[in-house]
């Protein structure tokens, strides 16, 4: 199965930019990569999803390695409001459906 | 658009009782619904995957008698849990793939099961 690695907490201080990483060293060459971000008590929700070129969205952007073995998600101007567990997304190939696997995700702390 | 919902958000029910909890996708056809159970400080553990007019592919060690569903439509699913118990208190989150969309899940807001 194709696993994602994240560092389990981060912190930036409000209106920074904020780089959240993500491993994803055994990646198949027509993986997706998608991200999602959980608030407390909610869905996961759709941030951003790519397959080898950056992408920028209104939320924010993704930067794909050359090698896709890693990707960061790029937040412009941390608020308060984007405190929340993002998570880094591959799905299950193996399967051969299009299922999700989660991992632990990145809690991202905001600070005022 | 992509919007899923689910109902009930939130649920209270007594130990033996069954509970039925609804996934709708409102805006968009969904051939594929998945369903999540999260413990507190948790990730999100896939539980079943949910294709319309077919039986749903559970995972291992989730039991198909216990945790019952039902994807009738392109636009619902539904989850039972069959003779609740304590243990099954969790927060429970659907999630829909539309038709012809292959790779993106968009996620309903979850609900909350307490079994007493």
């Known amino acids: 199965d194709a696993k994602t690695t994240q560092p389990n907490s981060m912190e930036s201080n409000e209106e920074e930019p904020v780089h959240l990483p993500c491993n994803h060293s055994t990646i198949s060459g027509t993986d997706y990569i998608h991200w999602y971000r959980q608030l407390p008590s909610q869905g996961p929700e759709y941030v951003i999803h790519?397959?080898?070129s950056n992408v920028n969205n209104r939320m924010a952007s993704l930067a794909i390695a050359e090698d896709r073995k890693s990707s960061t998600l790029i937040l412009h101007r941390a608020t308060l409001r984007d405190a929340a567990v993002y998570y880094c997304i591959l799905r299950d190939r193996t399967s051969g459906t299009y299922k999700y696997i989660f991992g632990t995700g990145t809690r991202l702390k905001v600070l005022a | 658009g992509a919007v899923v919902s689910q109902h009930p958000s939130r649920v209270i029910c007594k130990s033996g009782t069954s509970v039925k909890i609804e996934c709708r996708s409102l805006?968009?056809?969904?051939?594929?619904m998945f369903w999540y159970r999260q413990f507190p400080k948790q990730s999100l553990m896939l539980m079943a995957t949910?294709?319309?007019?077919?039986?749903?592919?559970?995972e291992q060690g989730v039991e198909k008698d216990k945790f019952l569903i039902n994807h009738a439509s392109l636009t619902l699913s539904t989850l039972t849990v069959t003779s609740a118990h304590p243990e099954d208190s969790s927060f429970y989150i659907c999630?829909?793939?539309?038709?012809?969309?292959?790779?993106?899940?968009?996620f309903g807001p979850g609900t909350r099961l307490l079994v007493l």
């Open positions: 949910s294709n319309e007019g077919s039986k749903a592919t559970y």
């Open positions: 805006d968009f056809q969904a051939t594929t």
């Open positions: 999630s829909a793939r539309a038709s012809g969309e292959w790779e993106t899940q968009y």
């Open positions: 790519g397959l080898t």
